[in-house]
């Protein structure tokens, strides 16, 4: 049957802030898609916060977890082409170290990774208005890859102001939203903010009921190790892409 609808080519994950689990969501998302046949091709095209190797420089922790859950053939430099190891914005990052962000590597990275993937899980740094240069931000990174975007936030308290602000942003730049993931749910002891924002965001948002994955300290990205308990509320976002 003939249909519109445009094919599945990834996402661009971004977040509401930083430390809300946009990582280990990307990294559960590359790895059901590679158990669903896709050939998933992964990229954080900027990182800060590296800690440094002597064999390899620059070493994102996240572009690790990353290329271990898709089983990436790429290095990690290729995956994640711009590094700094101070933990601020790329702005701050790149002005204090003297590096500017090299817009070259981060195109020639993302075709090389483009060439041999059926679809790209692309992790953004921080929320969409993370400023890359002075009249740049995340949401812009976003606009040029092309992507949907998924959106994680905070379950909890707080998490209302920030997921309609970030849906704002989105829609100012036409960035289409697949998804809010509502990340680290107390499932066995919710507060009652953490019950009621999944309906409120869907209804204020106008989006689709946001999924809700819960908390588990079993998960870690620095050993690479993801849980049932977080992806299973993915698997019928992935399972509804696939069909595309």
């Known amino acids: 049957m003939a249909t519109n609808r445009e094919p599945f080519r990834g996402w661009f994950i971004t977040g509401t802030d930083t430390g809300v689990g ?3 969501i990307a990294g559960a998302l590359a790895k059901l898609l590679r158990e669903a046949g896709r050939r998933v091709g992964v990229f954080k095209p900027i990182a800060t916060g590296c800690r440094r190797e002597m064999d390899l420089g620059l070493v994102s922790g996240d572009t690790e977890f990353l290329a271990h859950c898709a089983e990436s053939p790429d290095t990690l430099a290729t995956i994640s082409p711009v590094r700094y190891a101070t933990a601020l914005a790329p702005l701050v990052a790149a002005e204090r170290s003297r590096r500017p962000i090299d817009h070259d590597a981060i195109r020639d990275a993302h075709a090389e990774i483009a060439g041999h993937s059926d679809v790209m899980i692309i992790e953004g740094i921080g929320g969409l208005l993370v400023p890359i240069e002075r009249k740049l931000f995340v949401a812009d990174l976003a606009v040029q890859f092309g992507l949907p975007l998924i959106i994680v936030a905070r379950a909890g ?3 209302l102001n920030h997921t309609l602000l970030t ?3 989105a829609r100012a730049r036409k960035l289409r939203v697949d998804a809010v993931v509502l990340n680290h749910y107390e499932s066995m002891l919710p507060t009652l903010a953490e019950e009621t924002n999944p309906e409120v965001i869907a209804r204020l948002g106008k ?3 946001p999924v809700v994955v819960p908390f588990d300290k079993k998960v870690d990205p620095t050993k690479g190790t993801l849980t049932e ?5 993915l698997r019928a976002l992935v399972k509804k892409a696939c069909a595309k």
């Open 22 to 24: 946009k990582t280990v």
């Open 157 to 159: 308290l707080g998490t």
């Open 167 to 169: 849906l704002e942003a």
């Open 207 to 209: 989006v689709p009921m």
């Open 229 to 233: 308990s977080v992806l299973y509320p």
